[in-house]
């Protein structure tokens, strides 16, 4: 079934990125509105994240410097800073993406931007992530 082909190839990509965090997010979704996962999984990741022309620490890039420049949806900048350190992304990298945005989205964006960036980075110095 193609359906569910989609489905597994967008929950095999979403998984590569955000590891078990990321799947307790998606049940948590999924018990309010199993729909919405579906979209999120099939479309988000099983089409888009997985289509061939940038490679998916791009893609994380792409993302980030999106949620920045929005400045309204910091959880979603949280797990894509988090996927972005998993798949390979170093710290710094992280940091210049908000330098790089503060041109297009402002000292504002930028500036609430580095503040989630440094949660983040507590967060998985507390739990002794190196990365």
């Given at each position: 079934n193609m359906a569910e082909n989609?489905?597994?190839v967008g929950f095999n990509k979403f998984k590569n990125i955000y590891g078990e965090l990321g799947i307790r997010v998606l049940q948590?979704?999924?018990?309010?509105s199993p729909d919405l996962v579906k979209y999120i999984v099939e479309f988000a990741f099983g089409e888009i994240y997985?289509?061939?022309?940038?490679?998916i620490k791009s893609r994380e890039i792409v993302s980030i410097s999106s949620l920045l420049t929005l400045g309204n949806a910091?959880?979603?900048l949280k797990s894509h800073i988090h996927g972005a350190l998993n798949i390979g992304c170093s710290r710094g990298e992280i940091l210049e993406i908000v330098i790089q945005i503060l041109?297009?989205?402002g000292f504002p964006n930028a500036l609430n931007g580095l503040q989630t960036v440094k949660e983040v980075f507590e967060e998985r110095?507390?739990?002794?992530?190196n990365n």
């Open positions: 989609k489905y597994d948590n979704v999924k018990q309010t997985s289509r061939k022309g940038l490679d910091v959880p979603q041109l297009y989205s110095d507390k739990n002794g992530i």
